[in-house]
Structure formats: C-alpha cells, structure tokens
C-alpha cells in the first residue's frame, strides 16, 4: 500500500543517521501512532531505536518510550512484558519527582471495528495545583 511504501522511505531515510534528540523524538510519535493504529509489533521496533540511544533522550521522552512500549506489549497479549515494562516507566518519572498516571481505554465493537480501537492518555500530576481550579455546579 501506499502507507506500507511511505514508511519504508522513512526507515531507509533514517538508517545510519546518527541519533538526536528530534530524530528520538520523532521516531517516539511515530512508534506511538503505529500502536494506536494496531502496528504494534512495527511500533515496538521504532520505540526500541529510541530506547537503544536513550544516553541522548531526556526523561520525559524515556517515560513516553516505556509507556508506549508497555502498551504495545499488552495490545500484543504480552501482559507479563507489558507488566514489567510499564512500571519502568513509573520510575524514571518518579525519580524526577512526577507522578504520572495513564488511562488506556479499550472501545471493542464487533459490528463497527474490525479490532479494539486503543487509546493511551498520559497525564502529569502538577505539584502546585495549578491549573485545576474546580467550582460547584449550580442549577439555574
């Protein structure tokens, strides 16, 4: 297909270029795209270039690599993998000082989709509290 040919060029434009930081980046979004569309075993491939060159990577990108890895694995019915990736990922972010949490929400539909459609939200407890600032419903 046409996806299938792009992304070969991509692989072949990328191999034997030296890591960066954008190039680790990018190849995370990719790799995570690629889990969410259900490519994971294509996914775990990208994520794994990035994880492998991690000495250039910031922990906030290791983090999202993990996560993505983590998914992958269960998506893939690799729970004990998964299981061991995923809290790696929890402590990375915990030794900066971030508490993170994901929510992975699994939509299983057999007369619309073809496989579970998978989503993985990541979200950053904020320390001070900013940016939450609830108010009471009221009825009018």
């Known amino acids: 297909t046409a996806?299938?040919?792009?992304?070969?060029?991509?692989?072949?434009?990328?191999?034997?270029?030296p890591p960066t930081k954008a190039l680790l980046s990018?190849?995370?979004?990719?790799?995570r795209a690629l889990m969410l569309q259900g490519s994971n075993e294509e996914s775990i491939r990208w994520i794994d270039r990035v994880l492998a060159a991690s000495a250039l990577a910031d922990d906030r990108l290791i983090v999202d690599?993990?996560?993505?890895?983590?998914?992958?694995?269960?998506?893939?019915?690799?729970?004990v993998e998964g299981e061991i990736v995923l809290p790696g990922a929890m402590q990375v972010a915990e030794r900066n000082g971030d508490t993170w949490f994901v929510v992975t929400?699994?939509?299983?539909?057999?007369?619309?989709?073809?496989?579970?459609?998978?989503?993985?939200t990541n979200f950053k407890k904020q320390a001070d509290g900013s940016g939450w600032s609830p108010t009471p419903c009221s009825a009018r």
Do not use: H
């Not at 690599?65 to 729970?79: R, S, V, W």
């Open 105 to 120: 929400t699994i939509v299983e539909d057999p007369q619309y989709l073809t496989e579970p459609f998978v989503t993985s």
């Open 65 to 79: 690599a993990l996560i993505t890895k983590g998914t992958a694995l269960f998506n893939l019915g690799q729970a």
């Open 26 to 31: 990018a190849e995370r979004e990719l790799a």
């Open 3 to 17: 996806e299938e040919t792009g992304r070969d060029a991509v692989v072949e434009g990328v191999r034997g270029v």
